[in-house]
């Protein structure tokens, strides 16, 4: 079955959340509508004059630079369409499956899933790693295996810190995936803000990680858990 679920964890217009414009269609039209692209554009503009009056504020003649006279619509339509896009979507529609024929109780596990979001501190990039099991109730779903994927991507493409990322994905696999007996979620990150200012330190990653049910009651559950993240990193290396 596919349907949209209420996924969303953070407060409308946080820089964790979805936008302000998005929330109030969807207050009118339900959980599914989406921004059309004549609604996109009038943000793409109104955040394009923002630009322009920032660079203006750092002394930039950006109108006279043949390489910045585009900058304030670039940057504008990279928050939209690329960096901040899980803002202004939906969230995907969600495949599951019903477990009571299969009655399968055994771990689902996904790693290595590709993590590019922002820190919403500095507006500096995260990349890294997603790592994600559950264990589904013999009578709960399991979920279609590319919508981990998109969770994921769904969430990541956001300012936010880290540790709200892992939360928020922990979170919506735990509600698509319903009857589970548990979800862990691993994430290893990189910061620009690390790499770029402050202490300026270059190869450093973060991990967050988030556990429940058979994760945080069962030991054997939790080291099976980071043992195939282990054994997925000792592929790629």
């Known amino acids: 079955m596919k349907k949209i679920y209420d996924i969303e964890s953070a407060p409308e217009g946080r820089a964790n959340g979805i936008s302000l ?3 109030a269609k969807q207050q009118q039209e339900g959980l599914g509508a989406t921004l059309t692209e004549e609604e996109k554009n009038k943000i793409i503009d ?11 504020a750092l002394g930039v003649d950006w109108k006279h ?3 910045c006279r585009d900058t304030p619509v670039r940057v504008a339509k990279s928050y939209v369409n690329d960096f901040w896009r899980g803002r202004f979507e939906p969230a995907p529609e969600i495949t599951t499956f019903p477990n009571d024929e299969a009655c399968y109780d055994g771990m689902v596990f996904e790693g290595g899933i590709p993590v590019q979001s922002m820190c919403s501190h500095h507006l500096c ?13 013999t009578q709960g779903k399991v979920i279609g295996l590319s919508k981990l994927n998109r969770i994921v991507e769904h969430f990541s493409r956001r300012a936010t810190i880290q540790e709200e990322l892992t939360t928020a994905i922990h979170a919506a696999v735990s509600k698509v995936c319903e009857g589970n007996q548990g979800v862990a979620v691993m994430i290893e990150g990189t910061h620009a803000c690390v790499a770029c200012r402050g202490v300026r330190h270059e190869g450093s990653t973060m991990v967050t990680s988030k556990i429940s049910g058979d994760f945080m009651n069962e030991s054997q559950t939790r080291a099976e858990f980071y043992a195939f993240v282990n054994r997925m990193k000792k592929q790629n290396d």
């Not at 109104?46 to 203006?56: G, H, R, S, Y």
């Not at 995260?126 to 109730?137: D, F, M, N, T, V």
């Open 65 to 67: 630079d043949p390489n």
């Open 125 to 137: 990039n995260i990349s890294g790693k997603a790592h994600i099991a559950y264990i589904p109730g």
């Open 46 to 56: 109104k955040a394009a004059k923002a630009v322009a009056d920032f660079l203006d």
């Open 21 to 23: 414009q998005l929330a």
